[in-house]
């Protein structure tokens, strides 16, 4: 029986450091504290910590700045299209060079011109896609930023969520230990007065000996888990952290059932949103491949004034150019970029109707795993209501004489693999319930 109850302590231990695993690798890496001070203290509630973590991640704050590039790269791109003006001065000296015209000569005088240049792009169909290209780009920036911030969400949450069963796993153990600690006690003087016997006193001893062990990897667990959640708040590594909110209280806030009814909406989803991005992005590289087909127009208009002038100049003062461009025969090559393009377009429509379908199985195997929580939820709330009546039972009879020390060691035991089982599904069905919720985009 005590061996089965340190089975179940040691996956319990199992579970609190893959909890504690998956917070770290979800930070990506180490956050750097906005605040350096050593010895800082911070209260967090969870959607105080959420806030605080979305505003000092290292992530969040580089995806910020992606979209502030993809930004300056639409501008970048509508500037193209906008009139582009230059000036420029020249000067010439021709060296003493002389001009024979008809067998008269004519000295090459130095001379210096400032020229001032209006360009427009009147028609071009490449540039009017490139800049249709960038806002997408802009757009796929924004959606990056939604998605990092939901996985931050999400990383909080499984951190406060573990240092909280870590903390009331280490509650347990204390309370159990102090139990334990009673029945040695009580065995060792049962045998000094000659009605027990010396090898349930070392069993005792034994087990007491594995429960403060137990115990102090759980409080290293717990120091672990709060810096997974400073590496994600990104506050300084001897900070104090306090947790204000409770399993308990984090449980009765949402209502799962209340959860399942909610519809999912795929277009909502922001996979699913940078999904549709991806494939409008290819029918735009597709326009573009066409574009680069078509001709260009565009005007220039050319104001020289003449700094120094010479005798002999035949610079014009004013000029207007009006061109076009014409693509004619490149090989082939053409048809070849618009194939490859109208294939890119397949591949993205194939991978858009794919992330739906995985999307849509995704909703059910979520929903499932929540209703089995809030199941697995509800009887071990049940069941740790009876095992504690159990151990009370039996601990008022073990002080009558009624019953042996195995009796209420098993009672015992019992109500610690309760407890343990009822914190693991609360953690189970908050897991649950977020995920859920990320999918439907209300995390």
């Known amino acids: 029986m005590k061996c089965r109850n340190f089975e179940r302590l040691k996956m319990k231990k199992t579970v609190i450091w893959t909890v504690i695993a998956c917070c770290s690798f979800s930070t990506a890496i180490a956050q750097t504290s906005p605040a350096q001070g050593s010895g800082q203290s911070w209260s967090f509630s969870l959607d105080e910590a959420r806030q605080f973590a979305l505003e000092h991640n290292r992530n969040i704050q580089k995806a910020g700045l992606a979209v502030k590039e993809a930004q300056a790269a639409e501008w970048a791109a509508i500037a193209n299209y906008l009139p582009q003006t230059s000036a420029s001065m020249s000067y010439t000296n021709f ?11 004519i000295p090459m005088e130095s001379s210096s011109t400032l020229t001032l240049q ?111 959640m400073r590496l994600l708040l990104g506050v300084g590594v001897n900070d104090d952290l306090k947790l204000t909110d409770t399993l308990a209280q984090l449980t009765e806030r949402r209502n799962s059932y209340e959860l399942l009814a909610t519809p999912f909406i795929v277009s909502n989803n922001t996979d699913m949103q940078l999904s549709d991005l991806n494939l409008e992005l290819s029918k735009k590289q ?44 490149v090989g082939g090559k053409n048809a070849a970029s618009v194939k490859k393009a109208r294939f890119a377009v397949e ?63 098993t009672a015992n035991n019992n109500l610690l693999t309760a407890q343990s089982n009822y914190i693991n599904s609360v953690l189970s069905l908050l897991d649950a319930q977020d995920a859920l919720l990320k999918l439907l985009g209300e995390l």
Do not use: C, W
């Open 95 to 105: 060296m003493g060079t002389e001009l024979k015209i008809m067998g008269q000569v």
């Open 118 to 228: 209006a360009s427009q792009a009147v028609f071009n169909a490449n540039v009017l896609v490139g800049i249709q290209l960038a806002k997408l780009s802009s757009q796929m920036s924004q959606k990056a930023v939604e998605q990092t911030g939901l996985t931050i969400k999400n990383s909080v949450n499984m951190a406060y969520y573990a240092i909280l069963v870590s903390e009331d796993n280490k509650k347990i153990l204390e309370k159990n230990l102090a139990n334990v600690k009673v029945l040695a006690k009580a065995t060792h003087d049962k045998v000094k007065v000659g009605i027990g016997e010396q090898t349930e006193a070392d069993q005792m001893d034994v087990t007491v000996a594995n429960l403060e062990n137990t115990l102090q990897t759980t409080e290293r667990t717990i120091e672990m888990a709060y810096n997974s």
């Open 286 to 329: 597709l326009k573009s491949t066409y574009a680069s087909m078509l001709p260009s127009l565009s005007a220039v208009y050319q104001h020289n004034e003449k700094l120094v002038s010479s005798k002999f100049d035949m610079t014009m003062k004013n000029t207007f150019v009006l061109s076009a461009s014409v693509p004619l025969l």
């Open 347 to 409: 591949s993205s429509q194939l991978d858009n109707q794919l992330a739906k379908d995985q999307l849509l199985i995704q909703e059910k195997q979520l929903r499932y795993n929540l209703k089995s929580a809030q199941s697995a939820y509800d009887i071990q709330k049940k069941n740790i209501d009876v095992s504690q009546r159990v151990f009370d039972n039996i601990t008022k009879k073990y002080e009558q004489g009624l019953s042996s020390s195995l009796e209420l060691t």
